[in-house]
C-alpha cells in the first residue's frame, strides 16, 4: 500500500514539476536529493563539486521532466541525469584522466586474512580513494549498471580500455582490502579528527 502511495505522490510531484510548479520541484528535490549527492560524491570525490553537481542535475530534471515518458522507473531516469552532469563536471574540470598504461601488481593480494564484515561505508571509502579513471569505470559499470559499450560512448574510450580500468580498479580493491591496516587506518583517523 505504501508504495502505491509513493508512485501516486511522485507522479503527482512530477505532473507538478510539468507546470513549473516550484513547491513540486522543492518536494521532489528533496524526495531524491540525499540518494542522488551520494552518487554525484562518488564520482566528483569532493562534498562542495558535488553539491554543486547536484544542484547543476536537477536543473537539468526540471527542464527536461517532458522527455519523461513514464515508461520505467523515474528515479533511474534521474539517475542518468545526475551520472552524466557527473561525467560533464569531470571533463570540464580536466580531472577526469583514465589511465591507459599497463601496470604491474607488485604482489598478488593475499585474501586469507580478510575479516568478513566489510562495512558499506569502508567499501565506499575505498572506491573514492580508487585513481580517478579506475574510479570513474568501477562507479559507472560495478554500481551503476553500465555496460562497457556505454562506457566507452560516455568516456571516449574503447570498450577494451573500460574492461581494463575495471580490472584495475579490482586488483587496487583488493590490494587495499589485503592490506590489514587499511580499515583499521581508516577507523583511526576518523576516530582522531572526531576527538
Known amino acids: ?87 560533464t563536471y569531470l571533463r570540464r574540470n580536466k580531472s577526469m584522466y583514465v589511465e591507459t598504461e599497463l601496470e604491474q601488481a607488485d604482489r598478488e593480494p593475499n585474501l586469507d586474512n580478510l575479516s568478513d564484515h566489510l562495512e558499506a561505508e569502508d567499501l565506499l571509502k575505498m572506491i573514492q580513494e580508487l585513481p580517478t579513471g579506475y574510479r570513474i569505470v568501477f562507479n559507472l559499470y560495478a554500481i551503476d549498471g553500465y555496460s562497457h559499450k556505454e562506457i566507452a560512448e560516455q568516456l571516449g574510450i574503447s570498450e577494451n580500455t573500460s574492461k581494463s580500468q575495471l580490472s584495475r580498479a579490482r586488483t587496487y580493491l583488493q590490494k587495499m582490502l589485503a592490506d590489514n591496516d587499511w580499515i583499521a587506518n581508516q577507523k583511526f583517523s576518523n576516530h582522531e579528527s572526531a576527538t
Do not use: H, P
Open 1 to 87: 500500500m505504501e508504495l502505491k502511495i509513493y508512485r501516486s505522490k511522485e507522479e503527482e510531484l512530477i505532473k507538478g514539476c510539468r507546470g513549473r510548479n516550484r513547491n513540486a520541484q522543492r518536494q521532489l528535490y528533496d524526495m531524491y536529493s540525499s540518494r542522488m549527492y551520494g552518487l554525484c560524491y562518488r564520482y566528483v570525490k569532493d562534498s562542495m563539486e558535488a553539491e554543486d553537481v547536484l544542484v547543476t542535475a536537477f536543473m537539468k530534471v526540471f527542464d527536461k521532466i517532458e522527455q519523461f515518458k513514464n515508461e520505467g522507473s523515474f528515479e533511474g531516469w534521474i539517475r542518468r541525469i545526475v551520472v552524466n552532469e557527473s561525467l
